[in-house]
RNA sequence: GGCGACAUAGCCAAGCGGUAAGGCAGGGGUCUGCAAAACCCUCAUCCCCGGUUCGAUUCCGGGUGUCGCCUCCA
């Protein structure tokens, strides 16, 4: 079996990935903060941790996938300054924090099903991890890492000399309170809120050794990862901002308490562009897997565009390079489905691969397995779609979308719907008809102006050899 | 101001010591009344200047440029 190999932000390495547990991997997957929607930025991390599940279970490992989602505690600045993010979404729209949440995650839900994310293993609440997570601030208290204050409780940095181990950042270096007024009750510049005390007002709050009040952002992965995943695992997940300050808390916390930093494999995505540039509400690009049908771009053609680019590389997305991904989706469906026809299908399925197919596996597994080379990956697929391994091919890509999710077996052949004729008005019929009887009588010019007129009405017909076909335009937006 | 990443064809991008994957767009062709689809062919010497090497897009140094983090964010 191909090795695989991840590279590990803890020691900026390719390694060699083995489970510690025979046969079974234990991640973790920073989840969103359900306090607006997700953006396709969010969503393109989502996806990197799919494609990385689903390569384990390629690989034949059964995977426990944890991913949080954030209903409380993320403040508008991760130095605890600030909101509660929960708390002003709540009042722009005048819900209460837990309605503001359930929405969110729903929506959230339902665009990485639309993305062919597969559902986690465990998705925790962090409202519903409290007691967990107040018991872990109290061993932290109880080791000697934590001293409390006015306005909370924090984690003394001082004491966790390892503390920059994951951004290699050296905090004497950092201009800490240069731009942000450091809470003066702090030891350190660095030091972070375990525990916030809740002003009234604060409508998520819970009771505690120290008071009311809730937990803080980081010590919530800290606390739910232990819980699910024990002390050490195998692989944690977010995107690549989260080094500097999320991960490296968190490994401050778990490492305090068990001595250990929660994960062996550090694993980040890079960010997406838009434009070049990074996506801001300033310049109203903050684009969702909404906005994306919204032009006509299907969720998975989003889903390319990310596989198209190595996840530790900075993606680019722009309107272009969608649409350009979208038609590269619907190519690759139509050459893997060409010879898809139900009965050559029943012959082929379940059968073992040939000798040219499983060489094209091999080298598909060799490209995941590469650090997740999904861009290597794609090119084998394409390589193998014109090299003569007719109807066997459909078999070969339903095997590489158990990583790929992109439908190729089953997704749309292109940007037209196909329309049953009883779906269609009677004057369509109609025109369809005299253009049918036009062109058997060889009157190309009116069967041309009936085509013209149709395609001005929305509906799009091609001639095949056996007739006519109707489709329903749904072009993308040109931008 | 401090720290870091990146710079490959019109666009999205792999590769990272032995003379540049793939997709989209473009050009040419086969087929079709035309169109669509399909198929075939075609389309780059890798930001600039030095250095190391038999050999560099790939390593080192210096420029230039872009982006990011330090402040919210995956």
Request: overall charge negative; hydrophobic content about 40%.
């Amino acid at each position: 079996m191909t090795g695989i190999r991840f590279f590990n932000t803890l020691t900026r390495n390719k390694e060699d990935f083995v489970p510690q547990s025979p046969g079974r991997v234990g991640m973790y997957t920073c989840g969103p903060t359900v306090y607006e929607y997700a953006s396709i930025g969010n969503m393109r991390a989502y996806v990197f941790a799919d494609i990385l599940r689903r390569t384990l279970e390629y690989n034949g490992l059964e995977v426990n996938m944890v991913m949080n989602i954030t209903d409380v505690g993320h403040l508008v600045s991760d130095a605890d300054e600030g909101e509660d993010k929960m708390m002003i979404s709540a009042r722009r729209e005048r819900k209460t924090p837990w309605e503001i949440a359930r929405h969110y995650t729903e929506v959230f839900l339902d665009d990485t099903k639309r993305l062919n994310i597969r559902p986690v293993t465990v998705l925790c609440y962090a409202t519903q991890h409290i007691p967990e997570m107040i018991a872990m601030v109290q061993e932290l208290a109880d080791r000697g890492y934590a001293y409390e204050t006015s306005d909370g409780v924090y984690f003394d940095i001082s004491k966790f000399p390892e503390y920059g181990c994951l951004s290699r950042i050296n905090l004497s270096e950092q201009k800490a309170g240069a731009r942000v007024e450091v809470n003066p009750e702090k030891r350190n510049p660095a030091d972070f809120a375990l525990w916030k005390k809740a002003p009234a007002e604060h409508i998520m709050q819970w009771e505690s050794p120290w008071g009311m009040g809730y937990p803080g952002w980081h010590i919530e992965c800290s606390a739910m990862g232990r819980q699910y995943l024990g002390d050490q695992f195998d692989i944690h997940t977010g995107g690549i901002d989260h080094i500097p300050v999320h991960h490296e808390n968190e490994i401050a916390q778990t490492a305090a308490c068990t001595g250990q930093p929660a994960a062996r494999f550090w694993m980040h995505v890079e960010f997406l562009l838009v434009d070049g540039g990074k996506m801001s509400k300033s310049l109203g690009n903050v684009y969702t897997v909404s906005d994306l049908e919204a032009r006509g771009i299907e969720p998975l053609a989003f889903r390319y565009l990310c596989l198209g680019a190595h996840y530790r590389a900075k993606l680019n997305f722009t309107w272009e390079a969608v649409a350009g991904a979208q038609k590269g989706l619907f190519a690759l469906r139509r050459a893997v489905q060409k010879d898809s026809k139900e009965d050559r299908l029943r012959d082929v399925q379940g059968r073992a691969l040939s000798h040219n197919a499983l060489r094209f596996r091999e080298d598909f597994l060799q490209a995941v397995n590469d650090d997740l080379n999904t861009p290597q990956a794609l090119a084998v697929l394409w390589e193998a779609t014109r090299s003569g391994l007719g109807s066997e091919l459909l078999e070969l890509a339903r095997d590489c979308d158990r990583v790929l999710a992109l439908d190729l077996a089953k997704g749309r052949l292109g940007p037209d719907v196909d329309i049953a004729a009883g779906d269609l008005p009677d004057y369509v019929r109609a025109l369809l008809e005299e253009r049918h009887q036009a062109r058997l009588a060889r009157n190309w010019k009116r069967a041309d102006a009936i085509r013209d007129e149709l395609a001005g009405l929305g509906y799009g017909v091609k001639d095949t050899p056996g007739g006519y076909q109707v489709t329903r335009i749904v072009t993308p937006d040109s931008h």
